[in-house]
């Protein structure tokens, strides 16, 4: 009775046993993921490729493989049958668990008295790859469950094209695709029976058999795998004794090509369906980027001193629109032994002031409006009332160069005559024409601008600048640029400049004679073919731009500091210029040179430069220049007095500052008048009495404190005198 009843009771113990082991079981098994691919992508990204086919933006800090995928059918067999060799020889008989290895494995564990060998199938490895969890023997019970489920809804090529994709290496790579780019520098396709041995070994122990750390300590293994392949009859005994005698020959991979904000710009406006597959072909030149990235982060780092930490480049086919380069680069901040302030920050896409780099769309403006390069414009001392205050205007270089040309205005990217341009063609005008160049970020009414439009007030990206100069370097047509070689969408085309407008531009632009008076002769702008330029800084040097293009490609690049804090005296012709020259040099080898277009329309006229800055005298220095028909000197009416004078300083309620502590006699104030007539002298009232008679709208006044009233008049009695609105100012 006693023997019955200890028997009830173990029974009845171990069914309970085997009860919570089963409800264990269940309450422990995860469902694997009926779709392997989702299991490793989670959410639909996909792989991004160079316009080579080339992969950007890998990660290897990620849980999963997801940007080198590999289908199948594109793994050599070979490789396929080494791994099923070396991993699972039964993979295609078995159903998720090879339980004869498991069992045969236990018995030599157990015969060693620790682990010595282990069974696990790759449909086991699979599981252990989507549910990671700690080594143990419950784990590995787990496993076998997991597998069989697995199974049961995914096919063998499935598993197996999941397992090379994600099978673990050294360095955080993953998959057989990342594996052999680490090690030998090539795709799988191009490697070698002896190095497809190696990526079927190394994950039985990725760190202990790393070939950088001792290439030669997984021959033994790779000797075993090769006898196991011969004996199956997949490699032929005189091969398997040549692959004995080879050696191993690693090739480290090229720098990761930095191309991250340029596939966060892709994954924000490119949908997932118009990827093959979750692989989309780019644009992108992954040669050019990598050389464009070189050019400008040594730029940066040569410039640190001057306090430059940020820059961006941006290269594009303008017969075309695609993007080549999409770079931005950030200096290290040695003071705090951290990453730059903004660096994250696409620089591409962040709105900067773009100072005289606009400049071209405003005077391509004018010329459609029926001015004409040898238009000549007035560069002279000019202010403006801000507030009872007074804002001077100024160029770059501080001088004033009198009477000149449209074409050396912009050529030397002299203020004055660009306020004067501006004002020909309203600012309300431009604002419409830079909104067709595709100016999104100019987002504020035409009264926020107002004039400053002409001078680069307004907060632009270096998107849209070279966009808007891939529009001058297409004949005056704009086109948005595309990141795809065959766009599926509707890109914008409309005409926003005449192609004689445009070309015209582009001549000026590529012109040293224009830019000598303020670049220099020998500047670093002049390149051997013939290249459209222009620079450009913001107020207080808080960036530096240049913008070009040739007859193929438009470069723009930005150097700055995205935390806004102001560079040390770096301007567009001294900072990013030679990344464009050294960027320029490198494209001329990629096409033949040719000019840059010049429309036939164009008519050509000998002409006459009157006014020489030097001498102060009228003498003629005859040149040719093109014109669009109908804006030649004999018909074109240039900048000429209104037929009224007026007074540009002081300006209406003026205050002026009194220094007691400086001598009175050093203390002077300009007043300066327009529109005074040739032949003519100029008598200036002050207060109602004449106090000077000059030859000029200028003149110096020694200032007093109090209250005045100004008024200018012509003097002589051949035709009416003009007189000029009086103005009310004082001095404190």
Same mark, same amino acid.
Do not use: C
């Given at each position: 009775?006693?023997?019955?009843?200890?028997? %009830?009771?173990?029974?009845?113990?171990?069914?309970?046993?085997?009860?919570?082991?089963?409800?264990?079981?269940?309450?422990?098994?995860?469902?694997?993921?009926?779709?392997? !691919?989702?299991?490793?992508?989670?959410?639909?990204?996909?792989?991004?490729?160079? !316009?080579?086919?080339?992969?950007?933006?890998?990660? $290897?800090?990620?849980?999963?493989?997801?940007?080198?995928? /590999?289908?199948?059918?594109? &793994?050599?067999?070979?490789?396929?049958? =080494?791994?099923?060799?070396?991993?699972?020889?039964?993979?295609?008989? *078995? *159903?998720?668990?090879? @339980?004869?290895?498991?069992?045969?494995?236990? @018995?030599?564990?157990?015969?060693?008295? %620790?682990?010595?060998r282990g069974a696990s199938t790759i449909t086991e490895q699979v599981v252990r790859i989507i549910h990671p969890r700690p080594r143990t023997l419950w784990s590995r019970w787990l496993e076998g469950f997991e597998a069989a489920l697995l199974e049961n809804h995914a096919s %063998?090529?499935?598993?197996?094209?999941?397992?090379?994709? #994600?099978?673990?290496?050294?360095?955080?790579?993953?998959?057989?695709?990342?594996?052999?780019?680490? +090690?030998?520098?090539?795709?799988?396709?191009?490697?070698?029976?002896?190095?497809?041995?190696?990526?079927?070994?190394?994950?039985r122990a990725p760190s202990a058999l790393d070939l950088y750390k001792n290439s030669d300590a997984i021959e033994p293994a790779m000797t075993r795998l090769a006898q196991a392949m011969a004996d199956r009859g997949e490699l032929p005994a005189q091969e398997r004794q040549q692959l004995a005698a080879q050696k191993l020959a690693l090739e480290p991979p090229l720098p990761p090509l930095n191309a991250s904000h340029f596939i966060n710009y892709i994954r924000e406006t490119i949908p997932y369906h118009l990827s093959d597959n979750g692989v989309l072909l780019t644009t992108l030149d992954g040669d050019l980027q990598h050389k464009a990235q070189d050019f400008l982060d040594e730029r940066?780092?040569?410039?640190?001193?001057?306090?430059?930490?940020?820059?961006?480049?941006?290269?594009?086919? *303008?017969?075309?629109?695609?993007?080549?380069?999409?770079?931005?680069?950030?200096?290290?901040?040695?003071?705090?032994?951290?990453?730059?302030?903004g660096g994250a920050i696409d620089a591409v896409r962040a709105p900067r002031q773009p100072g005289s780099s606009?400049?071209?769309?405003? +005077?391509?403006?004018?010329?459609?409006?029926? @001015?004409?390069?040898?238009?000549?414009?007035?560069?002279a001392p000019m202010a403006e009332?801000?507030?009872?205050?007074?804002?001077?205007?100024?160029?770059?270089?501080?001088?004033? $160069?009198?009477?000149?040309?449209?074409?050396?205005?912009?050529?030397?990217?002299?203020? &004055?005559? =660009?306020? #004067?341009?501006?004002?020909?063609?309203?600012?309300?005008? +431009?604002?419409?024409?830079?909104?067709?160049?595709?100016?999104?970020?100019? &987002?504020?009414?035409?009264?926020? +601008? %107002?004039?400053?439009?002409?001078?680069?007030?307004?907060?632009?990206?270096?998107?849209?600048m070279v966009q808007a100069y891939s529009a001058l370097a297409s004949r005056g047509v704009f086109r948005s640029l595309t990141p795809l070689p065959q766009s599926?969408?509707?890109?914008?085309?409309?005409?926003v400049y005449s192609p004689e407008a445009a070309s015209l531009i582009a001549n000026i632009l590529s012109d040293?004679?224009? !830019?000598?008076?303020?670049?220099?002769?020998?500047?670093?702008?002049?390149?051997? /073919? #013939?290249?459209?330029?222009?620079?450009?800084?913001?107020?207080?040097?808080h960036d530096a731009w240049v913008l070009g293009f040739d007859s193929h490609y438009a470069v723009g690049v930005w150097l700055g500091n995205l935390d806004q804090t102001p560079m040390d005296g770096i301007t567009g012709s001294t900072g990013p210029a030679l990344v464009l020259h050294s960027l320029f040099s490198e494209l001329a080898g990629r096409e033949k040179p040719e000019p840059l277009y010049l429309s036939p329309k164009l008519t050509q006229q000998e002409i006459c430069t009157h006014y020489d800055q030097a001498t102060g005298k009228n003498n003629c220095f005859p040149?040719?220049?093109?014109?669009?028909?109908?804006?030649?000197?004999?018909?074109?009416?240039?900048?000429?007095?209104?037929?009224?004078?007026?007074?540009? !300083?002081?300006?209406?309620?003026?205050?002026?500052?009194y220094d007691p502590r400086i001598p009175a006699n050093v203390q002077a104030f300009e007043f300066v008048a327009d529109g005074m007539r040739a032949g003519r002298n100029l008598e200036w009232l002050l207060n109602g009495k004449a106090i000077a008679t000059t030859q000029t709208g200028h003149f110096l006044w020694p200032i007093k404190p109090g209250y005045y009233s100004l008024r200018a008049k012509e003097t002589g009695d051949k035709e009416k005198t003009l007189v000029s609105d009086i103005v009310l100012f004082n001095v404190k």
């Open positions: 009775m006693a023997t019955r009843r200890y028997g %009830k009771m173990a029974l009845r113990t171990t069914l309970a046993v085997l009860a919570l082991l089963v409800l264990k079981t269940l309450w422990d098994i995860e469902t694997p993921s009926l779709s392997l !691919r989702t299991a490793s992508s989670g959410t639909q990204r996909f792989q991004v490729l160079d !316009r080579q086919g080339k992969p950007l933006g890998i990660s $290897y800090q990620n849980r999963f493989n997801t940007m080198a995928i /590999v289908p199948l059918h594109a &793994i050599p067999e070979w490789l396929r049958q =080494a791994f099923v060799t070396s991993e699972d020889r039964q993979f295609f008989e *078995h *159903h998720g668990v090879n @339980w004869t290895a498991r069992a045969s494995a236990l @018995w030599q564990n157990l015969r060693a008295g %620790k682990s010595v %063998k090529g499935e598993l197996l094209e999941f397992y090379l994709n #994600q099978v673990p290496y050294a360095a955080n790579r993953r998959g057989v695709a990342q594996a052999a780019r680490y +090690y030998f520098n090539r795709d799988l396709g191009t490697l070698t029976h002896k190095e497809m041995l190696a990526l079927a070994v190394l994950p940066i780092k040569a410039l640190q001193r001057k306090q430059v930490r940020n820059g961006a480049v941006m290269v594009v086919d *303008h017969r075309t629109g695609e993007i080549l380069v999409w770079a931005v680069g950030g200096a290290i901040n040695d003071h705090v032994n951290n990453a730059t302030p606009m400049k071209p769309f405003l +005077y391509a403006l004018a010329l459609d409006a029926g @001015w004409s390069p040898a238009t000549e414009l007035n560069d009332a801000i507030g009872s205050g007074l804002h001077d205007f100024h160029n770059y270089s501080h001088l004033f $160069y009198g009477k000149i040309s449209l074409r050396e205005a912009l050529g030397n990217s002299l203020n &004055i005559p =660009a306020l #004067q341009t501006i004002a020909f063609v309203t600012p309300t005008r +431009y604002l419409d024409t830079l909104h067709a160049l595709g100016f999104a970020s100019l &987002i504020q009414p035409v009264e926020f +601008y %107002k004039e400053g439009l002409a001078l680069g007030n307004g907060e632009v990206t270096l998107f849209e599926p969408f509707t890109r914008k085309n409309s005409r040293p004679f224009a !830019r000598r008076r303020e670049f220099g002769a020998e500047s670093v702008l002049n390149l051997p /073919v #013939q290249t459209a330029v222009k620079t450009g800084t913001s107020t207080d040097y040149r040719t220049e093109y014109f669009i028909i109908g804006s030649e000197p004999n018909l074109t009416q240039p900048a000429q007095p209104s037929g009224r004078l007026e007074l540009l !300083r002081p300006t209406q309620g003026l205050q002026i500052a």
